[in-house]
């Protein structure tokens, strides 16, 4: 019984030796048992690993007295969170997911983020009481996109221009993956502006090698936008403005282009709209503007145009009319030369070309002709760099007149007119001889040509 009294103080969790009685015990209880390992019950098994861990191989206290050089593998019971912790690679990690990390703040990455495609950057304190974390994830509300990395702070991108979110953070452990913390306050996401909507580009067919783009703004991006820029292709010429339409200059005559047009704010540029229609700068007809015009109720010596405008390139005076008796008319302004040449096609033969000498009182001479006003004459001057101050002027006149001899009834008349000073024209005169005045019904118009 002695052998078995020791075998059964072995077995014993009491503190005392065990009595002859327990040792019968123990014995009857051996063996009516599962034997699992060496002839040992489980029963008797779990309780020496029992007393064991309780007695002689587990260190336990508060957080602050952990052991200061573990091992890995070293076991340690925390009373303060009554978990099991195992030291790992410098962490007492416990039997537990990590805990919930706190202090979450974001804020807005806008600098040149494409449009819908917004960024903001989470911060938060990781919670050092639960399991060890490995990684975290940002999640924003709404839409749900997500971020993940080893430490704060995470950046998430893709988010919606112009659109408010909130963001929750959770941390990831061997033991798995903690609840969500408390949100974020709500940050706008902002971005460079959506691209412009092109409209239609207009050629100013003027000479003046100008175009107008016309556009619809797209939406702000968040920020609100500054100006927009208008892009001809070929050449990449611009122009900006605050709104449509934009006006951009420089185009060479008788190219084709395309234009495109970005808006910017505070953010960046964004992209390019798509290209518009393709227009040509030309001088076109269009480019005639009315300056005057005069229509006689009764006949008259003169119709005269006094201070000219002088913003336009050139002038052209149109006219139908006669004089009484179908003598000439004659045009005189404050800078016509004082000689002028002259071919006149009687149908298809010349009539007569000379050079012909102003006539001192009344001007360069204009074989107006017609007897009356139902026969009247029809003409165009074309009056070059009127403006300028440092051209000679020079006058292209065509006139088609009623001729009575011969056997043709119209006499087509050109004339070149040459002048002898560089001073602007500010004013033009018709004039016809006293005892042959101009026909009520004569009509003088004055028209400006940009290009």
């Not at 103080?9 to 209880?29: G, Q, R």
């Not at 991006?221 to 449509?244: C, E, Y």
């Not at 070149?416 to 016809?432: E, H, R």
Request: glycine share 10%.
């Amino acid at each position: 019984m002695t052998r078995a009294r020791d075998v059964a103080n072995v077995l014993s969790i009491a503190t005392s030796l065990a009595t002859d009685a327990e040792t019968a015990t123990a014995i009857s209880n051996h063996n009516s048992s599962t034997t699992s390992v060496h002839g040992i019950s489980d029963t008797t098994a779990l309780a020496t690993q029992t007393y064991v861990q309780n007695n002689k191989g587990i260190n336990k206290g508060n957080t602050a007295s952990r052991p200061e050089s573990p091992a890995n593998g070293d076991l340690y019971y925390n009373t303060e969170t009554s978990v099991l912790e195992v030291y790992d690679a410098g962490w007492w990690i416990p039997n537990t997911t990590p805990g919930i990390p706190t202090s979450v703040s974001a804020t807005n990455q806008p600098s040149g983020r494409a449009y819908n495609n917004g960024s903001a950057s989470v911060s938060f304190t990781p919670e050092t009481s639960g399991g060890k974390a490995t990684s975290y994830t940002v999640t924003s509300s709404p839409g749900s996109y997500t971020a993940s990395g080893a430490s704060s702070p995470l950046t998430i991108t893709g988010l919606q221009s112009s659109t408010q979110y909130t963001y929750t953070v959770t941390a990831t452990g061997p033991l798995g993956t903690s609840a969500a913390s408390t949100a974020s306050a709500g940050v706008t996401a902002t971005t460079v502006p959506q691209a412009p909507t092109i409209g239609t580009a207009t050629g100013t067919g003027d000479g003046s090698g100008t175009a107008t783009v016309t556009f619809t703004a797209g939406s702000t991006g968040g920020s609100a936008i500054t100006s927009f820029t208008a892009t001809s292709s070929p050449g990449s010429l611009t122009a900006s403005g605050a709104s449509s339409p934009i006006t951009i200059s420089g185009l060479t005559l008788d190219t084709p282009y395309t234009f495109t047009t970005t808006a910017t704010n505070s953010n960046g540029i964004s992209l390019s709209s798509l290209p518009s229609n393709s227009i040509t700068s030309t001088l076109a007809l269009s480019s005639f503007d009315a300056i005057a015009s005069t229509t006689l109720t009764s006949s008259q010596a003169a119709i005269s145009f006094n201070s000219i405008p002088q913003d336009y390139k050139h002038l052209q005076i149109r006219w139908v009319g006669a004089t009484v008796g179908g003598d000439y008319m004659y045009i005189k302004s404050n800078n016509f030369p004082t000689k002028s040449s002259r071919m006149a096609l009687l149908g298809t033969d010349l009539y007569n070309s000379a050079n012909y000498n102003a006539d001192a009182t009344y001007g360069t001479e204009m074989w107006f002709g017609g007897i009356d006003v139902s026969e009247p004459a029809s003409g165009i001057i074309d009056i070059l760099d009127y403006s300028s101050t440092t051209k000679v002027k020079q006058a292209k006149i065509l006139l088609v007149r009623p001729h009575s001899t011969g056997p043709y009834n119209s006499l087509i008349t050109l004339i070149n007119q040459f002048g002898t000073s560089t001073s602007a024209i500010n004013s033009i005169t018709f004039q016809s001889k006293p005892s042959y005045p101009l026909c009520a019904g004569t009509t003088v118009s004055l028209y400006g040509i940009k290009g």
